[in-house]
């Protein structure tokens, strides 16, 4: 019996002496990614989640390590300074907030661990991170102003003074930063156009649902409301506060959102938004390009806008089918 146990000992000491490396991380070939998610505050992340999970397989020689950030900026700097602290190869950050970057990414920086941006943008110096894919969201929030100067017009009723809800992203994210102030801009460039209330529905269903209350139980009286929302989920909560009250969404109340899932999309074919202005959340292609890139010792392009377009009641029907999150 005592052979037996120590031939099993011996066995194991020698299996990890192959299997693991001086840090104790698992040498298996795999090249081991940290990813410091935002959440799963919305249809969208949870799309870019799922996009990240089947692109970095083990079966395609990852080790991805995922951390939901459950939306906040403390428990990105843990999870990266855990990365760091693990070694991985590299860290991949959709960061929940542009600022307080600095020091944690010095540190990635000391300890050679190249860092890829998604989604989000940070501020940041340049040499703190090796490449950034995603949308861009200055764009799609003047895109979003452009569709509607557009259909006020069509809607003939560009000459009369429009009042917008804005309901906001998540405060100090770059999604909302960029896309609020094409909206101001939009809105700065249009006599007849103002901003009645603004406040943040954070990105998530029900938050927006409570906003969009908040503001019915002051405004449901007043005309010729537009309710702008910086994604489609916060939209979905505004509808169904609208509709509790029997306010017509998309005709009552005129709705632009941002993201343009499927749901967003059927959304529109039934009336209730006007327009979604498209955010991609399939960036792992991307992502894994610059990590191939990197790998094969060459250098990826610093910054790689995704292309997006809109969808409203003309070309949401189309284009439903082939939508692919
Ligand atoms: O950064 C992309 C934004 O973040 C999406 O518009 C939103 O749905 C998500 O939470």
Redesign the pocket.
């Known amino acids: 019996m005592k052979k037996i146990l120590s031939l099993t000992l011996v066995l194991m000491l020698a299996f990890c002496f192959v299997a693991c490396s001086g840090d104790g991380t698992t040498d298996d070939g795999l090249i081991r990614i940290g990813f410091a998610q ?2 799963a ?5 949870v799309a ?1 989640t799922n996009s990240m999970k089947e692109t970095f397989t083990e079966a395609a020689g990852y080790d991805l390590q995922l951390v939901d950030c459950q939306e906040k900026h403390e428990n990105q700097i843990s999870a990266v300074s855990d990365f760091i602290a693990q070694e991985v190869d590299y860290i991949i950050i ?1 960061a929940v907030q542009e600022d307080g970057w600095d020091q944690v990414l010095g540190e990635a920086k000391a300890a050679d661990i190249p860092v890829i941006l998604m ?2 943008t940070i501020n940041t110096s340049d040499d703190n991170w090796v490449a950034w894919t ?2 861009n ?1 200055l764009q ?1 929030g003047k895109d979003a102003m452009t569709w509607l100067n557009g259909f006020l017009e069509e809607e003939g009723i560009a000459d009369q003074p429009m009042q917008i809800l804005h309901m906001q ?2 405060m100090g ?4 930063l960029g ?1 609020t102030k094409g909206i101001e801009e939009g809105v700065a460039a249009n006599a007849n156009l103002s901003i009645l209330a603004q406040q943040s529905g954070a ?2 269903k029900e938050k927006g649902k409570e906003v969009m209350e908040s503001w019915l139980a002051t405004y449901a009286g007043e005309d010729n409301l537009i309710l702008i929302a ?5 939209a979905y909560g505004a509808i169904e506060a609208m509709e509790a009250i029997g306010i017509a969404p998309g005709k009552d109340i005129y709705i632009v959102s ?2 343009s899932s499927k749901l967003a999309l059927q959304t529109v074919i039934d009336g209730k938004i006007n327009c979604t202005v498209e ?1 991609n ?1 399939l960036l792992a292609p991307a992502v894994k390009v610059i990590i191939d890139t990197l790998e094969a010792g060459g250098t990826p392009n610093k910054q790689e806008y995704v292309v997006e377009e809109f969808f409203d009641i003309k070309n949401a029907e189309e284009r439903l089918e082939t939508r692919q999150f």
Not at 41 to 45: A, L, M
């Open positions: 935002v959440g505050e919305s249809d969208w992340r870019n959709a989604d989000r995603g949308g969201f799609e992203g998540q994210s770059s999604a909302q896309r990105f998530n910086e994604n489609d989920d916060m941002f993201d955010c959340p």
